[in-house]
Every structure is written in structure tokens, then in C-alpha cells.
């Protein structure tokens, strides 16, 4: 979850290279394979391999350097795709927005609108495991997955995409602290306590909202197991993206 944003909050994000602290350009469009990943996003440069993300800020989007490769044919624009069940052609709605990891790929939901979610007030959240099969012809859902359909509210309710900026800044700030306290290995009570010590720390300095603290604290609470898992794959994925690098760099020259 703590990685997981909006399809509609990277579009127009600057993409900036970290190593040379360059722009080169703004996202486009996010792009996924036929199982439905998440493996490029394009901008002004060209389509550059998720894996290369740093990080994503509310202004940029960071990457590890200026990849930008020829992407394979077999690529799907998920964005306004059509939804269909087995036992019927006719579409009933479109994707109006994804949730996605962007440091795997992986979808995390899908937002519909159209026939399909005006019982949920215009936009309902679908699931991954609902979709049965993405192709040129859209998206075709399980038959028993528009009852499974929740609120946009209620769908999304657990990411932390849907947070404040003010909530966001103060998981990524805590975050950062608690990954210099703690380690994969840890066991859950020592990240607790360790996730207690350091709101209480910036409760005490009176700079911040309480109940922006206070959720703040919780969501990384309900979160931690996923926080740990996190830095155990961070070094890898970085090391990764480095690689990746270099090899299409010595491949080019």
C-alpha cells in the first residue's frame, strides 16, 4: 500500500533523472503487459521500464537514469479500456482510472464507471482477482464480479493514495525515520513501539496536526508487515534498475 498510486496522479508528473538531476519530460501515459502489470510509463524521452522509478513525489517522478527503450508490441492502455463479463459482448462500462505499485507493477485496483457502477453513485472499485483476461478488446471481468463491486470510498479506504498530502508527507517522514530503526528481521512489537517513539517525537515538537499525526501512525501500524517487506526488496530493486542500465548503455555504445 505504501507504494501504490493513482494512474491519474502520475500523468503529467516531470520524469527526472536523479543521477544528473535532469528533466526529460513529463509522463504521458502508463502502459501495461497482457497479464495486466504495470511495465512502462512514456513521456517526452520515449517509454522508460517501471523498474528505473526511484521514487514519486507530488511534482515528479524520479528515476534511477534516462532509460527510454522500444517497448514490445503487446502493450495495453488500461485508461478508458471497455469491461466485459463472459456471457455478455456488450460493454458494460469502461476503466475511468487504476491503482498500481509502481515499485512492482502489480495492479491493486480498478476504478469503472459507465452502466456497470451506477449503482456506486458513477465510479465502483473492481479487484485484480476479478479480471479474467486483458486483450486488444478490452477487459473481460469474472460473471459473478459486478456483485462484488464496492463504493470508491469503501474500495479504497486502505491505500495510502487516497490519504491527505498533509497524512502522505507525514507516512513518508515517519518512514524514513522508522527504516533507520528497524530492519527486515525485526519482530512486529519492536517496529510498534518504534512507530510510537517516533509520533511521539513529532507530537512534541507542536509542528503538526494531530490527527494528521495520529493517522498517519496507524496506517504505517496496520501497514508494518508490508513497511518491512519493503526494505528488504529496496536495495535489490535498486541494484536492479542500475544494472538494467548499464547494460542497455554498454549495448548502445
Same mark, same amino acid.
Not at 464507471?113 to 479487484?127: C, N
Not at 513529532?202 to 519493503?230: C, M, P, T, V, Y
Given at each position: ?141 469474472? @460473471? *459473478? #464480479?459486478?456483485?462484488? =463491486?464496492?463504493?470508491?470510498? $469503501?474500495?479504497?479506504?486502505?491505500? %495510502? &493514495? ?51 499525526? @495520529? *493517522? #498517519?501512525?496507524?496506517? =504505517?501500524?496496520?501497514?508494518? $508487515?508490508?513497511?518491512?517487506?519493503? %526494505? &528488504? ?21
Amino acid at each position: 500500500m505504501f507504494n501504490v498510486i493513482r494512474r491519474s496522479q502520475i500523468i503529467g508528473l516531470t520524469a527526472m533523472d536523479t543521477s544528473t538531476a535532469t528533466r526529460y519530460g513529463s509522463v504521458e501515459e502508463v502502459w501495461v503487459d497482457d497479464n495486466g502489470r504495470v511495465v512502462y510509463f512514456a513521456s517526452d524521452a520515449g517509454y522508460t521500464p517501471f523498474e528505473q522509478i526511484a521514487t514519486i513525489g507530488p511534482d515528479a517522478l524520479l528515476t534511477y537514469s534516462e532509460l527510454a527503450l522500444t517497448p514490445p508490441p503487446s502493450l495495453r492502455r488500461l485508461h478508458q479500456m471497455a469491461i466485459r463479463t463472459p456471457s455478455v459482448s456488450t460493454p458494460l462500462g469502461w476503466v475511468e482510472d487504476f491503482l498500481f505499485d509502481w515499485e512492482t507493477g502489480d495492479l491493486a485496483a480498478y476504478i469503472l464507471a459507465g452502466e456497470i457502477a451506477a449503482p456506486f453513485g458513477g465510479r465502483a472499485v473492481l479487484f485484480p482477482e476479478d479480471v479474467e483476461a486483458i486483450d486488444v478488446e478490452g477487459i473481460t471481468i469474472k @460473471e *459473478e #464480479a459486478p456483485n462484488r =463491486l464496492k463504493s470508491e470510498a $469503501e474500495g479504497l479506504k486502505g491505500f %495510502l &493514495s487516497e490519504k491527505s498530502q498533509q497524512v502522505k508527507a507525514l507516512v513518508k517522514r515517519m518512514g524514513d525515520r522508522l527504516a533507520k530503526l528497524v530492519s527486515p528481521q525485526d519482530h512486529p512489537e519492536v517496529v510498534r513501539v518504534k512507530i510510537k517513539e517516533i509520533r511521539n517525537e513529532l507530537a512534541q515538537s507542536g509542528h503538526h496536526d494531530k490527527n494528521a499525526l @495520529e *493517522e #498517519a501512525s496507524e496506517f =504505517l501500524q496496520d501497514k508494518w $508487515e508490508e513497511f518491512q517487506h519493503r %526494505l &528488504s526488496r529496496t536495495g535489490t530493486r535498486m541494484k536492479q534498475a542500475i544494472d538494467t542500465a548499464w547494460k542497455q548503455f554498454t549495448h548502445s555504445s
